[in-house]
């Protein structure tokens, strides 16, 4: 699903302090790296609080991966916080036959038509937080977002991003844990793919 220079992905995430895009960055590069690839994961962020814009960083390849920078021109982009397409310069960087990955109540052609996005662009929308909020009862749409995203990786199952998921936050409850499994498994079962 994604065209690639030198066989290199990069992703960049934006997001608003706790809602998990540090954390399903760093989740996406674990899963990957486990599938057998080369991958990093990074944030950048200002002042750590609650609702801060943050963005979050991932190069995946099936060679080693030399660059240490931010993502500048990244393949995939996720939209965590549905309210960043207004403030944020989402597009910045991307080619014209980027994935924008938006979590949204809006459908593809709504979220096209207000990045103004050409018709190579490929657009995954879901909402991720009505997702959270039925599951979990909360709005943590890192999970779904993660379910979704096996859409542009497909020689991973979505599986493996829920087990992951599982495994790294343990801590949690396990009624938690399987609703944030049902979370991921429902993002990749909704997730619109135009």
Request: a positive charge; charged letters at 25%.
């Amino acid at each position: 699903m994604v065209d690639t220079l030198n066989g290199t992905i990069e992703v960049r995430w934006h997001g608003r302090g706790g809602q998990g895009a540090k954390s399903a960055s760093a989740i996406l590069a674990e899963v990957l790296f486990e599938a057998g690839k080369f991958a990093q994961a990074f944030p950048e962020y200002g002042a750590e609080r609650q609702g801060a814009p943050i963005k979050a960083y991932n190069r995946v390849s099936d060679k080693p991966i030399r660059r240490r920078c931010g993502v500048q021109n990244p393949h995939i982009v996720v939209v965590v916080d549905p309210t960043m397409l207004g403030t944020a310069n989402i597009c910045e960087g991307c080619g014209e036959d980027a994935v924008y990955l938006v979590n949204t109540p809006s459908d593809s052609a709504a979220v096209r038509e207000k990045l103004k996005l050409s018709g190579a662009a490929r657009i995954l929308a879901i909402d991720a937080t009505k997702i959270t909020l039925e599951e979990l009862g909360q709005n943590r749409p890192n999970a779904p977002l993660l379910g979704a995203l096996s859409h542009v990786f497909p020689d991973v199952p979505v599986e493996a991003f829920a087990d992951h998921f599982i495994r790294k936050m343990s801590r949690l409850s396990p009624a938690l844990l399987e609703a944030n499994r049902r979370a991921i498994l429902r993002g990749r079962q909704e997730a619109v793919v135009a």
